[in-house]
């Protein structure tokens, strides 16, 4: 058998990452074939043209992940977050996905994306401690 060491490291580099993530991108290709992996961005921008929040997502194995979504305090009410969802929502749709699917925590906007059609499909008590982090997914 060979021999290893296990180390925890104090600073892991961006190379210790890539260490790890590059072979076990290498075996789930080889498992399933290419993931087809893409990002997708849709920012809102102020009027000066930058950048104030927005949709980040991830395009992998036929669904859409939804990292990151942020509307700023003073653009809340607007509609913005239902839109970025939808702007989502139609790339998803064009790109042939299954679906979306994304995490929330319980003091962010768990109702919010219920009202838009998003099913639960897991929860995790106390993340943060006393808190939920919620997963939803909308299949097509």
Not at 33 to 47: A, F, P, R, S, V
């Amino acid at each position: 058998m060979p021999n290893a060491v296990i180390t925890v490291l104090d600073t892991p580099s961006e190379e210790d990452h890539l260490a790890i993530l590059n072979p076990l991108l290498a075996f789930n290709d080889a498992q399933t074939g290419n993931d087809g992996y893409e990002q997708i961005g849709i920012m809102l921008k102020d009027e000066a043209g930058q950048s104030v929040g927005g949709l980040w997502a991830k395009l992998y194995y036929d669904w859409l992940f939804v990292e990151l979504l942020f509307v700023p305090e003073n653009l809340r009410g607007g509609d913005f977050g239902t839109k970025l969802l939808a702007q989502a929502e139609r790339i998803a749709r064009e790109k042939s996905c299954i679906g979306i699917w994304l995490d929330t925590f319980s003091f962010q906007a768990p109702g919010f994306y219920e009202k838009k059609g998003y099913e639960r499909f897991g929860v995790l008590d106390n993340y943060p401690r006393g808190g939920k982090r919620f997963f939803f997914r909308k299949v097509f």
